[in-house]
């Protein structure tokens, strides 16, 4: 049910992005387009920027409040020396960063071919500026890109590169550090454990998202144990209860 309603969010976004652009490309006069875009991309980013911090912040003050007990903490001096041993990791690096490069070109190719290429067909000069015909046709047209760049997404989201924590505790009933706050217990059905003791490390991968969070430790196992009673181990119950 979760994933299917961050798909139907993803799609709403999808919408809204048609809809506000061709709205601003159909309505706005031409010499104020470009003004429009721009204040609209700065406010996009504002919150996307934003919400993801203020939900940190708001997990992070329940895990404090509960004045639960710290199990595990680990320094930022340990995650960097396991880091510095880990051979693997400038690898994944270079693999991501690859990927990476080239979803940042891809955009910009499709937004070339839209303005060069589709938009004289599906929008042609003729025209008329400011009419109901000429949003319907512009609306097509963000409609593709977004499309698109939505399919993109959905099948490059599973290649993040892995968000290392550099210095964080886990508490009986979550995991705090600088970066992100997560609050036990998770759901089964979208986290997930990865484990490599060989490098010293154990991750809580998000099915939906594909987002990686990595914990360097000289101690998985113990890291594995706290990880799978505290955060996981409703699941086990709920499941010898079926």
């Known amino acids: 049910m979760q994933r299917f309603r961050q798909i139907l969010t993803n799609v709403a976004y999808m919408i809204v992005f048609a809809v506000v652009f061709a709205a601003i490309s159909s309505f706005?006069?031409?010499?104020?387009?470009?003004?429009?875009?721009?204040?609209?991309?700065?406010?996009?980013?504002?919150?996307?920027?934003?919400?993801p911090r203020l939900r940190a912040r708001k997990v992070a003050t329940k895990?404090?409040?509960?004045?639960?007990?710290?199990l595990l903490k680990v320094e930022q001096s340990e995650v960097m020396d396991l880091m510095s041993k880990d051979t693997e990791l400038v690898r994944e690096a270079k693999s991501f960063f690859g990927k990476y490069m080239l979803m940042m070109i891809i955009p910009f190719a499709l937004w070339f071919l839209i303005l060069y290429v589709l938009r004289p067909?599906?929008?042609?000069?003729?025209i008329k500026h400011g009419t109901l015909e000429m949003f319907v046709r512009y609306l097509i047209l963000y409609g593709i890109f977004s499309a698109i760049a939505f399919g993109l997404r959905f099948v490059t989201q599973t290649q993040q590169m892995p968000m290392a924590l550099t210095a964080y505790e886990v508490r009986e009933n979550g995991i705090l550090s600088s970066m992100?706050?997560?609050?036990?217990?998770?759901?089964?059905?979208?986290?997930?454990?990865?484990?490599?003791?060989?490098?010293?490390?154990?991750?809580?991968?998000?099915?939906?998202s594909g987002q990686r969070i990595r914990l360097y430790t000289h101690d998985p196992h113990k890291l594995k144990e706290i990880l799978d009673k505290y955060a996981f181990g409703h699941c086990r119950e709920s499941s010898s209860k079926t």
């Open 28 to 51: 706005v006069p031409s010499r104020y387009t470009g003004i429009v875009f721009l204040i609209y991309f700065v406010a996009f980013m504002a919150i996307m920027m934003l919400v």
């Open 63 to 70: 895990v404090l409040e509960s004045n639960a007990r710290v």
């Open 121 to 126: 067909i599906i929008v042609p000069p003729t």
């Open 180 to 208: 992100i706050a997560l609050q036990f217990p998770l759901d089964c059905d979208r986290y997930r454990i990865n484990f490599s003791y060989e490098r010293r490390f154990v991750e809580i991968e998000d099915r939906y």
